[in-house]
């Protein structure tokens, strides 16, 4: 198909807007629809994107309407009944996936994919950051927003490798092909879909059977899933402590995590962390596998990972200093929510915590809300949202009160409403305080961060 124009139904998603940006670069014309503006379809719109925000065919542009040279990508969030899908489905125009579209990519250069129940984005990041550094360079397609780039998206004339976020969803990791993959957890999730944890378990076995002869699958140790490689790829296991990749000498402390990286391919002394937290230990043990596979130095890599800002929403610091300390991070799954607890309390060993956590989804609240507890009880103080929905209508009797009743009976706790949160920081004090969850609660950061500078002022 000789692509003259693409179309994107759900043009504004993070991984959408990627692919936005490439065709953009390729000089073809992308329209596109999204439910709201955003800061993100403003910044679409002024690099050449036609975007609009109401479901009508009519505000498909012309360019748009030629199914002969017309690729049509959408997100499987649009539902099935959105009016301009239809359209393009009756009159037999090429519509594809985001992961179908990122499949073909991953044929057409060597793709280097970052999959796992947690982790994923900041491992793809980290990943495209030391290659995009280094003589290698890269494409990349990221699940959130980079703080060295300011985008989700890096492009390359000369690289021929593409790091892509495999994203397990509604196994849209299927469509990859890739060359090498990291695999950084498989606890279970989108159980709407996969319906149980052994179907979850063998998503991942299945993406594990596409890497590529020559290539090579980086794992995680300890994993509970099957691995099904093709003749010819290489296998290798991480973590903190142990297997073919891991750390050795590790040092934490006044602000700094630095580490030894072993290696079957090359040791790398003195790896500092541009963002230290814990888990990026996890992260950046997998993140230099992979670039060492691509080809990079080992003083390239212990250059680019001292640089390596981090992710919007993930391990997101707004203020840092012995007054206060306030992050952001996607953190949806318990697992995850863990993690990240722990990772903040062994940065902040000695000062009370407090996570706001809005639960994502009514069906992950219902399948996970003791898990959800479990996690949310190593926090001293926890102010618990509403649901967000996204995608999902209500299930009775599914209320972030269920995970409330399990939380730990002697901690402070207290169920409250989004818009009440401004008020309850500027009429209480906090020492560290965490907004957890993939919802919209992160839309108040600013403000957060504002009352927060204020106290500070004013305490001076």
Do not use: W
Request: overall charge negative.
């Amino acid at each position: 198909m000789d692509i003259k124009s693409t179309y994107f139904i759900g043009a504004g998603g993070i991984g959408m807007s990627a692919l936005v940006r490439y065709f953009l670069s390729k000089g073809i014309t992308v329209g596109g629809y999204d439910r709201t503006p955003s800061p993100l379809t403003e910044e679409l719109c002024k690099e050449g994107a036609l975007i609009h925000y109401e479901d009508d065919v009519n505000q498909i542009p012309a360019a748009c309407r030629d199914k002969e040279h017309t690729l049509v990508v959408y997100t499987p969030a649009i539902p099935s009944d959105h009016t301009e899908l239809t359209y393009f489905r009756s009159n037999n125009f090429d519509i594809q996936k985001r992961a179908q579209v990122l499949g073909t990519l991953t044929r057409q250069m060597r793709g280097l994919c970052c999959a796992g129940t947690h982790g994923k984005t900041t491992t793809s990041a980290m990943t495209a950051h030391l290659l995009h550094e280094s003589q290698v360079g890269c494409n990349a397609f990221l699940g959130g927003i980079t703080k060295n780039y300011g985008t989700n998206y890096l492009l390359s004339a000369t690289s021929p490798y593409v790091v892509i976020e495999a994203d397990e969803f509604d196994r849209s990791f299927h469509h990859l092909h890739p060359y090498a993959s990291i695999i950084t957890a498989t606890d279970a999730d989108h159980l709407d879909i996969y319906g149980t944890k052994e179907a979850y378990l063998e998503s991942f076995s299945h993406y594990s059977s596409l890497i590529q002869p020559g290539g090579a699958l980086i794992v995680h140790r300890g994993l509970e899933m099957e691995e099904r490689l093709q003749e010819g790829v290489r296998r290798y296991d991480y973590s903190r402590t142990e297997g073919d990749f891991h750390a050795e000498n590790i040092r934490i402390g006044n602000g700094r995590i630095v580490f030894d990286l072993i290696s079957p391919i090359e040791n790398i002394r003195n790896v500092e962390l541009g963002v230290p937290v814990s888990i990026n230990i996890d992260n950046g043990i997998a993140s230099m596998a992979l670039a060492q596979i691509a080809g990079c130095s080992a003083d390239e890599i212990r250059s680019a990972m001292a640089t390596f800002g981090g992710v919007d929403r993930r391990f997101d610091f707004k203020i840092k200093n012995s007054r206060h300390v306030l992050l952001s991070d996607y953190a949806h799954h318990p697992e995850e929510i863990r993690q990240s607890i722990l990772s903040i309390k062994e940065v902040f060993n000695d000062r009370k915590i407090t996570a706001i956590f809005q639960p994502h989804l009514f069906t992950r609240t219902r399948d996970f809300y003791k898990e959800f507890a479990e996690s949310l009880s190593l926090v001293d103080e926890v102010l618990l949202c509403d649901i967000y929905p996204a995608r999902e209508e209500p299930i009775p009797g599914i209320t972030s009160e269920i995970i409330y009743n399990e939380l730990r009976p002697d901690m402070k706790k207290e169920l409250v409403h989004k818009e009440q949160l401004p008020e309850i920081l500027r009429s209480r004090d906090f020492d560290v305080l965490v907004v957890l969850g993939a919802g919209d609660v992160d839309n108040y950061m600013a403000e957060f961060t504002d009352i927060l500078k204020e106290k500070e002022d004013v305490g001076k």
